[in-house]
Each structure stands twice: as structure tokens, then as C-alpha cells.
């Protein structure tokens, strides 16, 4: 399953909404889908994943959205600490793959 | 949650193997809870799913790479490990090592091991 994320990057300024996308392939339960955030120098950090459950410590800031072959993921309010790449990954079949990132950059 | 760290050779001649181990701790690998999987991403690139391993010693492979990839475990060191043979400079990535629980995603990740082909 190829995943496609738009856009590439994004620019926004802190106290802004974040709106990001990703488009499955084929279609892709939700509940095997997940976000996950990345900074220089630093693994990826899951985010949330499934119908909405954030990972341990992540701000209800992030939210999830989307079914089929469309998800989003929206970021409320962007804090200075937002600003990174993000990723999404679909973990629903015995081959996983992720997209190939948005930045969003001040 | 299990904490990864990864293992091995920062550099490897072009055509020989490419040999990682990432050691987990926390819990033990043959546990049937989680499954192990390893993941590259070339600089300022996206991240690849190479494949994953259980605790049984079953694995899965990317399609791109399953000519050349060879995962196993060995539980009594608690670890698991990435063999790649066949390397060229395409090869040349940061490589992490990462778990996920039963239906679950990869919540867990190793820091990183950046590995250089070189000619």
C-alpha cells in the first residue's frame, strides 16, 4: 500500500491550525493507521494512532481523521515544539509502509 | 515499554553484508506481545520499512529488499538482528530498530545507527 502526504511542506506561523493529509493506495482500516512526528537527529515518536488514541504524553492538540483511502491529521494551536516532520504509516497487512513526510516549518 | 538500542558497524564495504543487532530490554523478546522490526532512512529521506520479525522467528519483508534481507532472534541474548547482504551506496542510511505490541504500531524506537557503504 503506497501512501502519498500533502502537502510536501507546510508554513505556518505558532498559534496556527495544522492540516495534514495523507492518501492510501487502497483503501485502509483506521484502526491500523498512525501518525508519527520526527525532529532532527531523533527517531520517529508515535503520535496517535487508530480511531484517535494518542501515545503517552501526546497533547490533545493532535487530532485524527479519515476513513477509507483518506486520512488527516490536524494539529490545533502549532507550539514552538510542533515544528518537525510528520509521518504517516499504515500497519494494517503483513507489509507496512509509511508516507513520505510533511514538514511543517515556522 | 521496551527500550532498543542498536548495534554494529558505522561502515561496510560495498558488496559485503550490512550486520545490525538492536538489544531490547524492558521485557523479553520471545514474549508473543510485541513484534521487531527495523527501519532506514537515507539523509534528509523518508523512512523504509524493512521487515519484521516474531518472537517465533516468523518474519516479513519488504518486497524491494526481500532478496537481501535475512532478519532473526536470539532470545537469549535478547536480541534481534538485521543481515543485509549485497550492499551498495544506496544502502547508505540511518538504520533504527523499533517494536510494536499485538495490532499495534511501531511505539518504541532505538536512537539510531547510521551506517555508510562505501566503495
Known amino acids: 500500500i503506497v501512501l502519498t502526504q500533502s502537502p510536501g511542506t507546510l508554513s505556518l506561523s505558532p498559534g496556527e491550525r495544522a492540516t495534514l493529509s495523507c492518501r492510501a493506495s487502497r483503501n485502509v482500516s483506521s484502526t491500523y493507521f498512525a501518525w508519527y512526528q520526527q525532529k532532527p537527529g531523533q527517531a520517529p515518536r508515535l503520535l496517535i494512532y487508530g480511531a484517535s488514541n494518542r501515545a503517552i504524553g501526546v497533547s490533545d492538540r493532535f487530532g485524527v481523521s479519515g476513513s477509507g483511502s483518506d486520512f488527516t491529521l490536524t494539529i490545533s494551536g502549532l507550539e514552538p515544539e510542533d515544528f518537525a516532520v510528520y509521518y504517516c504509516?499504515?500497519?494494517?497487512?503483513?507489509?507496512?509502509?509509511f508516507g513520505q513526510g510533511t514538514k511543517i516549518e515556522i | 515499554q521496551v527500550q532498543l538500542q542498536e548495534s554494529g558497524p558505522g561502515l561496510v564495504k560495498a558488496s559485503q553484508t550490512l550486520s545490525l543487532t538492536c538489544t531490547v530490554s524492558g521485557d523479553s523478546i520471545r514474549t508473543g506481545k510485541y513484534y521487531w522490526s527495523w527501519i532506514r532512512q537515507p539523509a534528509g529521506k523518508e523512512l523504509e520499512w524493512i521487515g519484521r520479525?516474531?518472537?517465533?522467528?516468523?518474519?516479513n519483508y519488504n518486497p524491494s529488499l526481500r532478496s537481501r534481507v535475512t532478519m532473526s532472534i536470539d532470545t537469549s541474548k535478547n536480541q534481534f538482528s538485521l543481515n543485509l547482504n549485497s550492499v551498495t551506496a544506496a544502502d547508505t542510511a540511518m538504520y533504527f530498530c523499533?517494536?510494536?505490541?499485538?495490532?499495534?504500531?511501531?511505539?518504541?524506537w532505538g536512537q539510531g545507527i547510521l551506517v555508510t557503504v562505501s566503495s
Open positions: 504509516h499504515q500497519f494494517g497487512n503483513s507489509l507496512r509502509t
Open positions: 523499533a517494536s510494536g505490541g499485538w495490532d499495534l504500531p511501531l511505539g518504541s
Open positions: 520479525i516474531f518472537g517465533s522467528g516468523s518474519a
